[in-house]
């Protein structure tokens, strides 16, 4: 009599977290030696971070305070308790990070209110272009493909002005970081469910992540995503409740919108916010047109042509791109944003930011997918030399464009004159700081 035996069947829970594991892979082949990592890394911090604070539109902001990080984030946390600080609602939502820096610095001297913020902003932007290159080691196998992509997390050229360090803009960072930090599924885990949750707290378009957090459940090492899917509750709540005042009542136009959006992230994506203003509209539309078959080209190979993990991250950053900078337009929309002005992108040349990273994500997957047969060779070459081509491009922007570095009243020039005021019997001073017409009033006391 022949016996016969049949496998124990598979319980959803497995197949669940089978098929995740398949989208969300650990990476493949042994670790480097820590200390060559370590050392690696330290590297990479210093490089990026004395480029961000010493380049010249980077050393403009430790002598000039940005937006809300004087006339919110730092009044705040000077005149008013912490706890009720980190709680608090601005423009519709939380920022946890920008308050929390706040706090540090207004025990400061207030002359150093300016510095403090930027160099906070810039270790808290180059921590997220770490995690980049740590996370996308399990969907890149070109280490050198790798680097350019979180590089740009440093040097996007849509970074030239409106984002560079300062806690303001920084969400739009924290976006792609927290992207990346629920892909890495090998990543430390305290540090990086800390950073999850603040980050979530801090973005209120974290919230299109959810469903890739809900993935990362059926997982092990669950505590990234647990923390995130938290501050994303928190911060959805807030969000029901909270009043946002918005920037103008002018009438969305959806076709403005989506020719906004072209130029605001393939174009700019390849060409840099400022030199937008320049080939548009004289270039007419050819230089849409490139940019659209530029970025479309590898992200259809990577479609093709990439594993079942390669596919989702490929589709995962393009639809984020576009749905980051339709929502972003149109929840912020005014005559300004219009493709018709004088400046075209840059004005608000922040929405750029995240849709950027995320094309450019789609883009490298693609790249890192195409089989590497002779034929194909000459292609691939071609293709990766764009994206180190973007990335050395956009230094050279940052380093001559002279219209993005801060010119106005230096930061220590308005606290003695703010001081010089209380000295003369004025119950409060007047601190002026970037952009033109921003201020805020301080009372003597704290002066």
């Not at 001297?109 to 270790?123: D, H, I, R």
């Not at 599924?185 to 809900?214: C, D, T």
Request: proline fraction near 8%.
């Amino acid at each position: 009599m022949t016996v016969t035996t049949e496998d124990p069947p598979v319980s959803g829970a497995r197949r669940l977290a089978a098929f995740a594991g398949s989208l969300l892979p650990l990476p493949a082949g042994p670790p480097a030696p820590r200390g060559r990592t370590a050392t690696g890394y330290a590297l990479a911090f210093v490089g990026a971070l004395g480029f961000l604070l010493l380049y010249p539109a980077g050393r403009a902001r430790l002598d000039h305070l940005w937006a809300e990080d004087g006339a919110r984030f730092l009044l705040d946390a000077v005149t008013r308790p912490a706890w009720s600080n980190l709680v608090a609602p601005y423009g519709g939502y939380l920022h946890a990070l920008p308050r929390l820096v706040a706090e540090p610095v207004a025990l400061l001297p207030l002359e150093w209110a300016a510095a403090g913020f930027a160099v906070s902003a810039a270790v808290l932007r180059v921590a997220v272009a770490l995690i980049t290159f740590a996370a996308s080691g399990a969907y890149l196998r070109w280490v050198p493909l790798r680097f350019a992509l979180a590089a740009l997390v440093v040097v996007l050229p849509a970074g030239n002005s409106e984002p560079v360090n300062n806690m303001t803009n920084l969400h739009w960072f924290l976006l792609y970081g927290m992207f990346w930090a629920l892909l890495w599924r090998n990543a430390p885990r305290v540090p990086l469910a800390l950073f999850a949750f603040l980050a979530a707290l801090s973005s209120p378009l974290g919230l299109l992540l959810v469903p890739v957090a809900l993935l990362r459940l059926a997982l092990p090492r669950k505590e990234v995503p647990i923390a995130f899917l938290v501050g994303a509750l928190v911060q959805g709540v807030v969000m029901l409740f909270a009043e946002r005042t918005p920037y103008s009542h002018d009438a969305v136009d959806p076709v403005q919108v989506a020719l906004a959006s072209v130029l605001r992230v393939p174009v700019v994506a390849f060409t840099g916010s400022e030199q937008v203003a320049r080939i548009y509209p004289g270039q007419g539309n050819l230089p849409v047109l490139a940019a659209l078959v530029a970025a479309a080209v590898p992200i259809a190979a990577g479609l093709w042509w990439g594993d079942r993990a390669g596919r989702l991250v490929a589709v995962l950053g393009a639809a984020l791109s576009a749905i980051v900078i339709v929502v972003s337009l149109t929840a912020n929309w005014a005559a300004v944003l219009q493709v018709q002005q004088p400046d075209v992108v840059l004005a608000g040349q922040r929405y750029s930011i995240a849709p950027c990273l995320f094309l450019f994500t789609a883009m490298a997957v693609g790249l890192a997918s195409v089989p590497a047969r002779r034929w194909q060779h000459l292609g691939v070459v071609a293709a990766r030399s764009v994206i180190a081509f973007v990335v050395l491009v956009s230094v050279s922007q940052h380093l001559r464009d002279p219209a993005v570095v801060l010119t106005g009243v230096p930061w220590g020039d308005s606290v003695a004159r703010a001081r010089a005021q209380c000295a003369a019997g004025g119950p409060v001073g007047r601190l002026d700081h970037e952009p033109v017409t921003w201020f805020f009033e301080l009372p003597c006391r704290h002066l």
